[in-house]
């Protein structure tokens, strides 16, 4: 690890220095709540940057990251969003976990048109002119994970647990309905969020096993982010809860999440991601061996991580076949950009700036690996939900209608810049 950090303060050292290079800012948080998941990400990318200088770097020039640390702090994403377009005058972003310090930092994207490459699965309802989205929508990750519930484990009332800000309530929001629209009634969807951090776990595991008193099978849908899923995973397995008993799907853990863990007792519970360190492929195999070469022999993969990959790879060859940097080019270039991903298929980025995917079903092993138990061919994502009316009608298509929230109905776009 001295050694990863070392290589982030020389390269924001360096890049105060001559403009003669190419410069990738890396805007992940390296402490508080999200460091447990975004310090990885951070890591990856100056092992994708170091691996791409080693290749020749890219037009002739070599890549320097500029390493930054927004804290888990949703404002200074924003702050160091603009430093790193304005002061360090990087070439592309990579970066975010967290819904709202993405959406933190899309003013600053729109206003000075720089471009980002976010990494994480998401509650979809965006599609920003100024980022591509290389995580899930939730057609790619949440709803699959209810459909795996309701069909292949039967469960009949839902515990929708999130941590509380725009992801986790969004999210909830479309599933409830689509939860609704099957036939599940709504006093057997319960939902609860708690803050970022939250660690006593106790009265609301209570009241999750108390939802099974009826009888039914109970399923907990988990969009808890960050070190609180320490607490809860701990008090799962202090309450005697097994995945046999209440089966918990999570969206945002992953084998990083894992490796802070005792998963002797959480054997069986599920994670539903595009990407599990598990897949059995060449690509994913080199892709390990090039990791823990460069981070350690004891450090894992993720899918946030793969994003990250087909993200960097995707933009270097954008890059190549433009002959620039330049974000308008880079942007054109991207559309229909493929590469392969590591389970097996090929990552397309599509007109919303959103890829097609996998979906994969993850079972939690003694080991802290998941078993893959589940997975599909490439699902398109979805910028705008099928199951919100006010959605529905919505599409996004930036090289075809110039516009990622076009209202089919009127014909009409119905803006240009996010809802923040």
């Known amino acids: 690890m001295k050694k990863l950090l070392l290589s982030g303060a020389i390269a924001a050292l360096c890049a105060t220095g001559a403009n003669a290079e190419i410069r990738v800012g890396i805007l992940h948080s390296l402490s508080g709540t999200m460091a447990i998941s975004e310090t990885t990400l951070r890591d990856v990318m100056l092992m994708l940057i170091e691996q791409q200088n080693e290749a020749g770097g890219l037009l002739g020039q070599e890549i320097v990251p500029v390493v930054v640390d927004p804290a888990s702090d949703w404002p200074l994403f924003a702050e160091r969003a603009r430093e790193l377009l304005t002061v360090h005058e990087v070439d592309v972003i990579f970066g975010a976990w967290t819904s709202v310090s993405r959406k933190s930092v899309l003013p600053v994207l729109e206003e000075l048109n720089g471009l980002m490459f976010y990494p994480v699965q998401y509650e979809g309802e965006e599609s920003s002119r100024n980022v591509f989205y290389t995580g899930a929508a939730p057609n790619q990750q949440a709803i699959p994970a209810v459909d795996y519930f309701l ?19 969004t999210t909830n929001r479309i599933l409830e309905q689509y939860l609704l629209d099957h036939g599940i009634p709504q006093e057997n969807i319960f939902v609860n969020y708690t803050p970022f951090g939250h660690s006593d776990w106790s009265s609301i595991v209570s009241d999750v096993v108390a939802l099974g008193e009826s009888g039914q099978q109970v399923g907990v849908i988990s969009t808890i982010n960050g070190d609180a899923n320490v607490g809860f995973y701990n008090e799962l397995a202090a309450s005697g809860v097994s995945a046999d008993d209440i089966p918990v799907v999570a969206f945002s853990v992953g084998e990083e999440e894992l490796a802070g ?15 599990f360190q598990s897949a059995d492929t060449p690509e994913n195999e080199a892709f390990i061996e090039a990791w823990q070469a460069f981070a350690g022999e004891d450090r894992v993969t993720n899918d946030p991580m793969e994003a990250h990959y087909i993200g960097f790879n995707m933009w270097v060859n954008a890059v190549t076949e433009a002959g620039t940097t330049d974000v308008d080019a880079v942007r054109e ?82 803006q240009l810049e996010s809802n923040y």
């Open 151 to 169: 069909e292949e484990l039967g469960v009949e009332t839902f515990a929708l647990l999130g941590t509380d800000y725009v992801y986790p309530r």
């Open 261 to 275: 863990l005792d998963t002797s007792n959480l054997v069986g519970h599920l994670a539903a991601w595009n990407y």
């Open 333 to 414: 270039a991207m559309y229909g950009q493929e590469f392969p991903n590591l389970t097996g298929g090929t990552a397309v980025m599509l007109p919303n700036h959103h890829l097609a995917k996998p979906v994969l079903i993850g079972e939690i092993q003694a080991d802290g690996q998941f078993e893959i138990i589940s997975q599909t061919d490439e699902v398109p994502g979805d910028a705008w939900t099928d199951y919100l009316p006010e959605s529905a009608v919505l599409v996004s298509d930036w090289p075809g209608l110039g516009c990622g929230m076009y209202n089919t109905e009127t014909e009409t776009c119905v």
